[in-house]
């Protein structure tokens, strides 16, 4: 467990202690029933905390003008599940009124991960832009742009390069890299860049890993002469933790990881060999019920498997009362993991046709 | 006298140990023979050395397709003498076959010294880029640029930022502070520009306190994997000095320093005032002569005021065989920096009327 270091590493891959994170960076405790409607995702803690949230949720009740943002680093070809979660919040704020920003950090992946623009614009168009309408992004409500193509969000990042020191940067990020330095203030720049035109809240939804970025932009922006951007709102996800419950869900662990696209027997095969909140033998199960809070299973349940919160609840209780076994569990979430990843490929499918009409921002 | 640390300190404005700087950076000393026409400023020894000489004045002599470029820092609404040499020099290249670019440093500007975007261009409009053509370069065979309407330089400037570690930075500047980073990689970019489109050679004439940018392009290029652009060549200019002989023209010294446009009793008054290589006495001087290589006045000759050589000889020795003094020889300077501000001013206005026709490149 993680959480007592100066920094949150953004590189590191144990799981939290989110409280102890949340209370270490000031970060409140996200409340639900501000929102209307709250997502699968808001309901089950996944968002477990937020920045803001008190300005964002009346900006919603309210129906003022917002915006949410997210970014596409288009280095592979598949994405995996904490994504999934990022690109559904996207998508409930979306369906919540916010004017709606995903850009491709094409620059980054360049400098950093060496991909070529042209090859990184393929992937973006032939893979994530599809994959993240396949989650539930509307293309017809978004604007979505290449990094390379916005001037004014590079022009911006050079501006506030001048903002911060060195040394912050080493103290956010625990190195200082140029490259490191260059992504950084592109990203504030990106998550201002919705503000160019109009001066307005936004939200941005990350994995707790992503905080420094957030922070950096709070502390850019109070340092400008003139307040000329509203500081935005922040919402904290959880990690998807691997199907081992040692870490989070990474490339590292290629056994404990479902990515999207997977071949439904491949996601099986590591379902079934996932760590649970069984208990050593059948009997003793029987008896004294599973633990499902520790259960990697149960958490692919929480997180993407089951919409229903009373399904949900029956599942943890029937496993808490020893009626239900972990060999049994596991095929059901084989079986749901299977509707939907079938599922995805076919939305992925229909969303390529849809993304052709897409109008990329170019500034 | 500098030139014994381990590097150029670019704001620096002590006089330098030119052979010792260049000895100690590898830089040849520049052979004016090899060039067609030399200018004024290459035949004086005020372009001392260069990096790439031989290969430059092979393109010129075959008529091959190469570039010379320079940068505008749009922060204030005067130049000094020292921007003049680089600018005749940019000149002298362009009338030798070079296609040339000047960009406008509106990005540096903005983030290292506060001057808005809008503020840089419109002082590049009104002031650098007329001045720049009243010096002689020909604004209908120049192509000029603002960083910020440049998306290649920006783009270019992330991908190299991958190419330079954090200390190579603070080697080769002394600090690494994000704006000094950002400055540097999109000077890099700047430079090899001319190249995106083709592959080809190109001069950068700089002062020699600007080696550290042309040493990490150099280095950049190398650590490319294709070797996508020619390593361009650079001319290293001396400094102007301070008319008070302590230091470089600088603004830190006011009263050493002419500046373009001046008005001329202002200018005068400062040259009446500079130091010289006269004696202690009039007698002494009639008798020992004065010494010219060490008078500011004849520098100002040397330098900007008088283009024959046989005339700068002259006066060269009539002062040296004590037959001129130097309140007669300062009124000589006088009468030329008059003549040279009058027809400056003169050039100026014509040039505001031309620029009105430059079509700015955007990408």
Not at 35 to 47: I, N
Not at 189 to 198: C, G, N, S, T
Not at 228 to 249: A, I, N, Q, W
Not at 356 to 362: A, N, T
Request: aromatic share 8%.
């Amino acid at each position: 467990m993680k959480g007592d270091s100066d920094f949150i590493d953004v590189y590191g891959s144990e799981l939290y202690d989110y409280d102890k994170i949340a209370r270490r960076f000031g970060i409140a405790g996200f409340r639900r029933e501000l929102f209307p409607s709250p997502s699968r995702l808001m309901r089950r803690g996944v968002v477990f905390s937020a920045r803001g949230q008190r300005e964002l949720a009346e900006a919603i009740s309210k129906g003022k003008d917002y915006y949410a943002l997210t970014g596409i680093m288009p280095t592979a070809d598949r994405i995996h599940l904490g994504t999934k979660s990022v690109v559904e919040t996207i998508a409930y704020f979306q369906e919540h009124g916010a004017d709606t920003f995903i850009l491709v950090a094409d620059l980054e992946a360049a400098a950093a991960r060496g991909v070529s623009l042209k090859e990184a614009r393929k992937r973006a168009l032939e893979f994530y832009i599809p994959a993240y309408v396949a989650l539930g992004i509307n293309p017809e409500k978004t604007h979505f742009y290449f990094q390379s193509d916005n001037k004014t969000v590079m022009n911006n990042a050079y501006r506030f390069s001048g903002k911060v020191t060195l040394n912050e940067f080493r103290a956010v990020y625990g190195n200082a890299d140029p490259p490191r330095i260059m992504a950084a203030v592109t990203q504030i720049a990106d998550i201002l860049y919705p503000q160019e035109r109009k001066r307005r809240l936004g939200v941005i939804p990350v994995g707790i890993d992503q905080d420094p970025h957030i922070r950096l932009t709070r502390d850019v922006i109070n340092r400008m002469k003139r307040s000329r951007y509203v500081v935005p709102s922040s919402l904290y996800l959880k990690f998807m933790p691997s199907l081992d419950g040692s870490s989070k869900m990474s490339k590292s662990r290629p056994e404990g990881m479902i990515e999207l696209p997977s071949s439904p027997d491949e996601a099986c095969r590591k379902i079934k060999r996932a760590l649970t909140g069984g208990r050593e033998s059948v009997e003793l199960q029987k008896k004294k019920g599973g633990e499902p809070d520790k259960c990697m299973v149960f958490e692919l349940y929480k997180q993407h498997l089951i919409e229903d919160d009373r399904e949900l609840e029956e599942i943890r209780r029937e496993c808490r009362e020893g009626r239900i076994m972990c060999g049994e569990c596991k095929q059901r979430a084989c079986s749901l993991m299977k509707a939907f990843l079938v599922g995805f490929d076919k939305k992925m499918g229909d969303a390529k046709k849809k993304i052709k009409k897409i109008d990329f921002l170019r500034e």
